[in-house]
Every structure is written in C-alpha cells, then in structure tokens.
C-alpha cells in the first residue's frame, strides 16, 4: 500500500519534525509512505472571511496537484467520521482487500482545508470535536496509521 500526507506549510518545530521521522521510519516496515508538503500561504491576523477563502482556495489548488487518480482520498476534517482505531484499522485493511493501493491522506493548513478538496475526498476523518494544530496533527496521524499496522498485523503495540 502507498500512503501518501498531503499536508501544507513546513514543521519547524524540533520535536515534531523528531516525531514524525520516528513514525516514518517505523511506518516503512508496512507500507510506502510520502509525505507531500505544499506552500503555505502568509495568513494575516484577522483576516476576513474572504481573504481566508482565498488562502484557502491557493494552498487547495496545490494540494490538487498531488492528488492521484484511483487513490483514496481521505480529508483530515473536525466534521468527519470519528472512528476508534481497531475501525480505523479495519478501514485500511478494508480498502486494500477492495484492491486499493493507494491512499491519500490530506491535512489542512492553518487556517483549514478548501470546500474543493473536501468534496473530493472519499471520506472524511475527525479525531475528535477539537481543533489541532496542522503540525501536530501530522504526528498523531501517523502514530494511528503505524496503530493501524500494528493492529492488522496482530502485533503488540495497541493495547
Ligand atoms: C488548525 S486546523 C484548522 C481549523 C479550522 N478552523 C477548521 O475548522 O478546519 C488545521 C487542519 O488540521 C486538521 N485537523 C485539526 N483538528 C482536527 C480534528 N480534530 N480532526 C481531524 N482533522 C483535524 C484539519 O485537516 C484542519 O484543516
């Protein structure tokens, strides 16, 4: 299975960028991943809702390049479908017995993720009514993926 993140703006935090090269390099064993960044856009303190559209609608048409046709599109959305991870797991192992090899997760920036993209998604994932960082959310959703694997794989990690 390749997995691709589709996710905006760089990590500049040590420790983050730490975390998520563990869950790499750990996600390696398992599947081919990618972790796609696009350019941020500057978002100004206060900005209108318009102006928000737009920096929306810029980083939205840079995360479309990278989508791929026949992958699995999963947006990363506070609305979404909350799922447990052994669901979570279960849709992964689902998707590739249905002859998916390939999904794309996509993270918004800052700011969220454009309506387009959001339409275009297979599926839309929520880990919950709160509102994370884009960075941060990059790690946690890597740690449920290697979950996932691990999970799939009858190993011992998800207790
Ligand atoms: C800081 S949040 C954006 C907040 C924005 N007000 C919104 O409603 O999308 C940045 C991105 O992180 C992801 N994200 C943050 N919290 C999330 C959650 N609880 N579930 C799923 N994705 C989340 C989404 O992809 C979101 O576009």
Redesign the pocket.
Known sequence: MQIDIIC?GKVKEQYLRDAIAEYSKRLGRYCKLNILEVADEKTPEHASEGVERHIKAKEGERIAKHIKPGAYVI??????Q?VTSEGFARKIDQLGIQGVSHIQF????????DDAILRQANYK??????????Q??RV??LEQVYRAYKINAHEPYHK
């Open positions: 905006v947006a990363l959305a506070i609305d979404g909350q996509v993270i918004g920036g800052s700011i969220g993720m994932l929520s880990f919950s009514k709160m509102t994370f960082p884009h941060l959310m946690i959703l």
